[in-house]
Nanobody, 127 residues
């Protein structure tokens, strides 16, 4: 069993920065993927970034590339998302999620299709 607990959400001004964290407990295999997934008001779930748990290779959605940075500590206990140059489209509930096995899921995979996910943390963008 895996537990994922997000933190770090809050209010950020347009152009500002925020760092989200996800505390990870349980067994993570070396061939899994971890994600940051978001759902904005009235929008579908979409993943913004992913990282392979064995190679630490990272993936980004085009709309956050160059602005967001995903990372995972060496012990595997924390997944982070550094968000820079935030804009209004980034306002959403952000979830930490995990899929088992070697396949990176598509960007519009519903949240309940992930193997595990957290309760989410709200990011609000406003001046």
């Amino acid at each position: 069993q895996v537990q994922l607990v997000e933190s770090g959400g809050g209010l950020v001004q347009p152009g500002g920065s925020l760092k989200l964290s996800c505390a990870v407990s349980g067994t993570i295999n070396s061939n899994d993927y971890m994600y940051w997934v978001r759902q904005g008001p009235g929008t579908e779930v979409e993943w913004v970034s992913a990282i392979h748990t064995g190679t630490y290779k990272t993936y980004y959605a085009h709309f956050v590339k160059g602005r967001f940075t995903i990372s995972r500590d060496a012990a595997g206990n924390t997944l982070s998302l550094r968000m820079d140059n935030v804009n209004s489209y980034d306002a959403a509930v952000y979830y930490c999620a995990l899929t088992r096995g070697p396949v990176l899921v598509s960007s519009t995979t519903p949240l309940n299709h992930y193997s595990y996910w957290g309760q989410g943390t709200q990011v609000t963008v406003s001046s």
